[in-house]
């Protein structure tokens, strides 16, 4: 079992990434945890893992109420979110309740918004079961619903206060999710660390047989990146935007082509393509180092190429309206290098317009 601490002062909190800590992580849960829970997942993780993560709750002294949700991006709404509300205030649940969210990353960035605004703010613990959650969106309090207009546009920071990753859980999980997930790690190594992203390189054929080492030493790191990052900036003024290489070009094709149609991470890996080649045309990056990142994406079955009948005229409104834009002028992370990244402001509709030549 590792640990690893998200250092934010006061709301610093854990996070343990290892091996069966859904039978057996009893020790690793605070005992200041809230006596009563309301322990949320979905339709399909449910029946998988509910009754684990209940016993586990149960053997920590908590009271344990559930509320199983529509599984889906598509359910990431605020229709969705008042089902949440609704139960806890039918169950007459407090401010010293907590929102445990059991599931993927549109559980827990759900889970985590109703957490934050449900009585202005309840405790939150997060337990992710996909490669995706467990690298990424479980760690550093960012939560959202969609709105038909733009992806994760509503939402809050509030950071759990703890995150307990089984690696098991990730078993269960089907191939094409996997794939996704490692868009996010391998995300990690272009942005932040060229050396991670020759491990990468190196250990691809264990990740694609899902050997549990190197998942594990993949996970370990991109929480270590991801709580260095959110220790420095909590609220995305700056360092932070780094995370979101791709995220402009995969939000506007999620939103573009209906939530759930492309997955997260099949989105951000065709968007990391389309900033290396935005990067190339800077002369930041060779040919060569483009084809590094390409190469490693599709190695996971990643989509390199925007949905054929995506141009600039589908794009442009969906980067316009991104949370990163400043006075109507799109922000985009590109990659400087492998392993480097830096936030652009001064690219040019004609230099955009290029990428979809
Ligand atoms: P997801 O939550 O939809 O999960 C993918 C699918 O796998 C779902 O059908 C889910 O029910 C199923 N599933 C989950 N765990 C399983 C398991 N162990 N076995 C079998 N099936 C399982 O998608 P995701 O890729 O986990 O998360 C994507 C979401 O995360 C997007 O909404 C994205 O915006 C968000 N996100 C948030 C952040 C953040 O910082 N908050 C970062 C990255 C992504
Ligand atoms: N996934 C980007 C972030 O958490 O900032």
Same mark, same amino acid.
């Given at each position: 079992?590792?640990?690893?601490?998200?250092?934010?002062?006061?709301?610093?909190?854990?996070?343990?990434?290892?091996?069966?800590?859904?039978? *057996?992580?009893?020790?690793?849960?605070?005992?200041?945890?809230?006596? /009563? &829970?309301?322990?949320?997942?979905?339709?399909?993780v449910?029946?998988?893992?509910?009754?684990?993560?209940?016993?586990?709750?149960?053997?920590?002294? *908590?009271?344990?109420? $559930?509320?199983?949700?529509?599984?889906?991006?598509? $359910?990431?709404?605020?229709?969705?979110?008042?089902?949440?509300?609704?139960?806890?205030?039918?169950?007459?649940?407090?401010?010293?309740?907590?929102?445990?969210?059991?599931?993927?990353?549109?559980?827990?960035?759900?889970?985590?918004?109703?957490?934050?605004?449900?009585?202005?703010?309840?405790?939150?613990?997060?337990?992710?079961?996909?490669?995706?959650?467990?690298?990424?969106?479980?760690?550093?309090?960012?939560?959202?619903?969609?709105?038909?207009?733009?992806?994760?546009?509503?939402?809050?920071? $509030?950071?759990?206060?703890?995150?307990?990753?089984?690696?098991?859980?990730?078993?269960?999980?089907?191939?094409?999710?996997?794939?996704?997930?490692?868009?996010?790690?391998?995300?990690?190594?272009?942005?932040?660390?060229?050396?991670?992203? *020759?491990?990468?390189?190196?250990?691809?054929?264990?990740?694609?047989?899902?050997d549990?080492?190197?998942?594990?030493?993949?996970?370990?790191?991109? *929480?270590?990146?991801?709580?260095?990052?959110?220790?420095?900036?909590?609220?995305?003024?700056?360092? /932070?935007?780094?995370?979101?290489?791709? $995220?402009?070009?995969?939000?506007?094709?999620?939103?573009?082509?209906?939530?759930?149609?492309w997955?997260?991470?099949?989105?951000?890996?065709?968007?990391?393509?389309?900033?290396?080649?935005?990067?190339?045309?800077?002369?930041?990056?060779?040919?060569?180092?483009?084809?590094?990142?390409?190469?490693?994406?599709?190695?996971?079955?990643?989509?390199?190429?925007?949905p054929?009948?995506?141009?600039?005229?589908?794009?442009?409104?969906?980067?316009?309206?991104?949370?990163?834009?400043?006075?109507?002028?799109?922000?985009l992370?590109?990659?400087?290098?492998?392993?480097h990244?830096? &936030? &652009?402001?001064?690219?040019?509709?004609?230099?955009?317009?290029?990428?979809f030549?």
């Amino acid at each position: 079992m590792e640990r690893i601490d998200v250092q934010l002062g006061q709301r610093s909190y854990p996070i343990f990434i290892g091996s069966g800590l859904l039978s *057996c992580g009893d020790s690793l849960i605070n005992t200041s945890l809230p006596r /009563r &829970v309301l322990l949320i997942s979905n339709d399909v993780v449910a029946p998988l893992y509910l009754d684990a993560a209940t016993a586990l709750l149960q053997r920590c002294g *908590c009271q344990v109420d $559930h509320c199983v949700l529509p599984d889906g991006e598509q $359910h990431k709404t605020l229709d969705t979110l008042n089902l949440i509300y609704t139960k806890a205030l039918q169950l007459s649940l407090g401010r010293d309740c907590a929102f445990v969210a059991l599931g993927g990353g549109v559980i827990g960035d759900m889970v985590g918004y109703a957490a934050a605004s449900y009585q202005r703010g309840v405790a939150f613990i997060q337990i992710p079961t996909t490669l995706l959650a467990q690298v990424d969106s479980s760690v550093g309090g960012k939560t959202a619903v969609n709105h038909p207009l733009g992806k994760n546009m509503i939402g809050a920071f $509030h950071q759990p206060s703890l995150v307990l990753m089984d690696i098991d859980t990730l078993n269960t999980l089907p191939a094409r999710e996997f794939s996704a997930g490692m868009a996010e790690v391998i995300k990690y190594g272009i942005l932040w660390d060229a050396d991670f992203f *020759c491990w990468l390189e190196r250990h691809r054929g264990a990740l694609l047989a899902h050997d549990g080492d190197a998942i594990s030493c993949a996970i370990q790191r991109c *929480c270590q990146i991801k709580a260095e990052v959110v220790a420095e900036d909590e609220t995305e003024r700056g360092v /932070r935007a780094l995370l979101n290489l791709g $995220h402009t070009f995969g939000h506007a094709i999620e939103a573009e082509q209906g939530y759930g149609s492309w997955l997260h991470g099949e989105a951000v890996a065709t968007g990391m393509v389309l900033a290396a080649k935005l990067a190339q045309q800077l002369q930041w990056l060779d040919g060569a180092q483009v084809a590094r990142i390409e190469s490693l994406l599709a190695c996971f079955g990643l989509p390199l190429n925007p949905p054929p009948e995506m141009g600039l005229t589908q794009f442009l409104p969906h980067m316009q309206r991104d949370k990163k834009a400043q006075n109507g002028q799109i922000r985009l992370i590109l990659p400087t290098a492998i392993g480097h990244s830096k &936030v &652009v402001s001064d690219v040019s509709t004609d230099q955009l317009a290029q990428l979809f030549v």
